[in-house]
């Protein structure tokens, strides 16, 4: 019989991070300084990674007020240029114009199709529940953060959204939790 030759190897953790988003003692600082810097946690509660809000990392900068202005002003020009080629297309350049009604549309199909009630055109239904309950929520958010700002018309249609939306959301999770029927056909062959 022959024997197995046995292979040695090492394992070197060159991650620069702990899971609380320390730098690792036996990092050296010129190391931390020329990588990438550890994920920062979100204000929802949680980070990407799952980590508790405590464990938050630095925060980056805001820009300042003038790399604000020129990005604002180059974001301008760029939609100009796209508003030109539109019209020069035959279009109108204010379809592209983004409304809150328009958003609140978008919000709308996003949600139906995360139900499953819609589909993309020769696609098959996608069922997203959680997708789902979370887009609801954030229509339900901007409810209650908008109130007393928007036009009565506006209101009038976030309102509609959301009742469609939430009686489409129950419908379907409580189809998705009733047991499978019998198929009618053999009760009709009685």
Do not use: C
Not at 35 to 50: Q, R
């Amino acid at each position: 019989m022959s024997e197995k030759k046995q292979e040695s190897f090492t394992v070197t953790d060159r991650r620069l991070f702990t899971a609380d988003g320390e730098v690792r003692q036996d990092i050296s600082e010129e190391q931390v300084s020329t990588s990438t810097p550890p994920p920062v946690a979100s204000n929802s509660g949680s980070s990407p990674l799952g980590a508790p809000p405590e464990h938050e990392g630095p925060i980056p900068p805001a820009p300042t007020a003038a790399e604000q202005q020129t990005q604002a002003d180059a974001y301008r020009k760029s939609s100009r240029d796209l508003d030109s080629r539109v019209e020069q297309s035959g279009h109108s350049a204010k379809e592209l114009e983004m409304t809150f009604e328009r958003f609140m549309a978008s919000l709308y199909m996003s949600a139906m199709l995360q139900l499953g009630l819609m589909q993309e055109e020769g696609g098959q239904p996608r069922l997203d529940l959680i997708g789902a309950r979370q887009t609801i929520d954030t229509l339900s958010l901007l409810s209650e953060k908008t109130k007393g700002n928007l036009t009565s018309a506006e209101a009038n249609f976030l309102q509609n959204v959301l009742y469609e939306l939430r009686m489409a959301y129950v419908e379907v999770t409580n189809a998705l939790s009733r047991p499978p029927q019998a198929p009618a056909t053999a009760a009709a062959k009685r």
